[in-house]
């Protein structure tokens, strides 16, 4: 099986979706970056809902045959990063999606 990182980027936004998250986008990141092909990037109001929005996304990623690398501040509560490889799916709280702006960092990116 192929793995298509196009899809997985929707997979994640799916099981976001599932989880309420806020303001998903997924950003196509190829020619722009050499970390990483897509960003997914969603809100999420507490800590406990970032946490589950996190759990969800590793869980059906994982079904789709496509690994986690490595995570960080599922912790701390305001940022949760989930690095797939060609995938990585930033989670936030409100206030620290404004304060990073990722979306505005990467605005040359095509929104899928």
Known sequence: MELNF???AKIAQDALEDKKAEDIKVLDLQGLSNITD???IASGSN???LRAMAD????????AGFK???S??????SWILLDFGNIIIHLFNRETRDFYSLDR???DAKEL
């Open 6 to 8: 196009r899809e997985a």
């Open 72 to 77: 960080e501040g599922y912790q701390g509560g």
């Open 56 to 63: 969800h996304v590793e869980e059906k990623l994982f079904q």
């Open 47 to 49: 800590i406990n809902q």
């Open 105 to 107: 960092v990467w605005g």
């Open 68 to 70: 986690l690398h490595h």
């Open 38 to 40: 897509y960003f997914v």
